[in-house]
């Protein structure tokens, strides 16, 4: 179904009200009977379609933060949803002690479209980054030939990769880290995109460099042009892998199919979740060329879920979703018109807007006291942002989002900054 056939709601501004009594019973369930561990906007959704949501009490909301970027294809693709029904019907779980009929077609589309020879299927994101990092580790020992439990791996200080142990292990946001030691040891952190601080860092040891090309959840944080290609340069000239953390930025986020595409810089690995379902079911990744994914034999690793049938078809379809609609060219063509809008936004109150593709961060000075009421705001005209780090409001639309809807969206920030100036 072509896009523009998809009915769209009419565009106005809803002031919302607050929620209703059923709503409110609904978050109090949440909150009586699950762990404490998010602090959510009050807004309870129960139906989605394209760039829109409808909450419980029937108000509309223009998704401007698509689940981290894992609905790309918008909500309920109607393609996706297709799929997803008809293999549910068909088989939903082998495990890996079994070949399924969606796996091999999958790990070959996941290869033509990325263009690396080998697709290690996971299921979330913080499992390809495992991934990966396993991968690294031990191409360093059995290649690279680094003393057994020597290996380091370099990542840049605001990285943001999951919420494992390992993972947070290398984090310098305290509340990730705070109560869940002892950390695993094995990382160096440096500032983001130093290219002077990451040739100091490397030691015979050094392994692997993760780096995401554009750090989402560290608000938006671009590097300065060129440091892709500088950081694949130091790689080489060290024999060092680099490892790409795409599951945010990767397919069509920034205009591009992966972060990458803009330098050139091909990494030797690369880790994709996220928009990989286009928001479905979990499916992720870690894809590489066949001199590091040969170091994995039968048992080194694996996963119940990872390779299923039903993901696997579904992330085949979000594929080609992305692909026939032109989403990634759509991503490069609102992010230009959003951002162009936004920035007639000559508020007091904007320290910064930093922008790739239909990916903006919009930072606020601290003075004005944190980006929430600015979100919370946006939720009462019917746009639905989240804040991050604070002081940063962070606007990523399901890539499927239209000029109307883009402007429409700009049209409603602009009142809220009105409003709270
Ligand atoms: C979201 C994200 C992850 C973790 O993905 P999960 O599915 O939440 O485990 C890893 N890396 C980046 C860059 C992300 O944005």
Known sequence: MLRSAMPVPRLAPTVRSAPSAAARDLIELEHRYGAHNYHPLDVVLTRGQGCWVWDVDGNKYLDCLAAYSAVNQGHNHPRLVRVLVEQAHKLALTSRAFHNDQLGPFLKEVSDLTGFS?????????????????????WGYKVKGVADGQAEIIVFEGNFAGRTISIVSFSDEPQYRDGFGPFTPGFKVIPYGDVEALRAAITPNTVAVLM????????????????????????DDHEILLIFDEIQSGLGRTGCMFAFHHEDARPDGMTLG??????????????????????????????????????????????RVLLDEGLVENAARMGARFGQHLRELRDPAVKEIRQVGLWIGVELHAEVGGARRYCEALMARGVLCKETHTHTIRIAPPLVITADEVDWAVEQIHAVFDELG
């Open 274 to 319: 996220k928009a990989l379902s286009g928001g479905m079911y979990p499916v992720s990744a870690f894809v590489a060329d066949d001199e590091l994914m040969e170091v994995f034999r039968p048992g080194d690793h694996g996963s119940t879920f990872g390779g299923n049938p039903l993901g696997a078809a579904v992330g085949r379809e979000a594929i």
């Open 118 to 138: 080998r697709v290690l299927p996971m299921n979330t994101g913080a499992e390809a980054v495992e991934t990966a990092l396993k991968a690294c580790r031990k």
């Open 212 to 235: 995401e090309p554009v750090q989402g959840e560290g608000g938006i944080i671009i590097p300065p042009a060129g440091t892709m290609r500088r950081i694949r340069e130091i790689c």
